[in-house]
């Protein structure tokens, strides 16, 4: 019979006592691939595996998670609860907020007839920040009289960006809570996404 204490670090991890041949199994039963890891840069450059591990090898600690877990949106709120690994955990919804004077969001009035749409991604082209349909978008643009589009590609060109846009497109295939949609909000400017994950929630009603 294999013996495994369990000490209690604090609210968030414990650390196993135990053989090293036991840690090892523990490490690998408690490894996890994120869902559409295959799509993240981290992945593509090879600087991560797209996996998450609660228990550290080094530390012989596992996290055993906090009394009750936050998400941004209820679409997150809905994944974690029926993930197996929250099921039994209480899980909230607290919407990410904008900190604005008087907790006014400013308008903005654009030329109707001719619209400048702004894609806010630092890959647009990516699968999972919808591509296939950033690529159709450009194709159609070049000959539009009645649209033009720009990409923000790094932050350092962000207040060019949003001085010159009317409408932000979000086309992702999967996303939770884009912070660009807030940012979006607090300079007037509305915006088009898809109907996925947490963005449908974060649309303002005029």
């Keep these: 019979m294999t013996d495994i204490t369990i000490v209690k670090v604090n609210e968030a991890y414990a650390k196993l006592i135990c053989e090293k041949y036991i840690a090892k199994e523990l490490s690998e039963y408690f490894t996890f691939f994120v869902p559409g890891y295959k799509f993240t840069p981290e992945f593509k450059n090879k600087i991560w595996d797209g996996k998450i591990r609660l228990y550290d090898l080094r530390s012989n600690q596992i996290y055993i998670g906090l009394i009750t877990y936050i998400a941004p949106s209820e679409w997150l709120n809905q994944r ?19 900190d604005l004077p008087n907790n006014e969001i400013s308008t903005r009035h654009f030329n109707k007839n001719f619209i400048k749409l702004g894609l806010a991604s630092m890959d647009p ?29 790094n932050y350092e060109d962000k207040e060019h960006f949003w001085n010159s846009i009317d409408l932000l497109l979000v086309p992702s295939l999967v996303d939770n809570s884009p912070n660009v949609i807030h940012e979006a909000h607090a ?9 996925v994950g947490g963005i449908p929630e974060m649309k303002i009603e005029p």
């Design 125 to 153: 082209y990516s699968i999972i920040k919808g591509g296939s349909f950033v690529r159709k978008l450009e194709k159609y643009i070049i000959n539009s009289k009645l649209f033009s589009l720009s990409i923000m590609k």
């Design 187 to 195: 300079r007037g400017i509305p915006f088009v996404g898809s109907d």
């Design 80 to 98: 974690a609860r029926k993930s197996k690994l929250l099921s039994k955990s209480k899980v909230i919804t607290i919407g990410n907020v904008l």
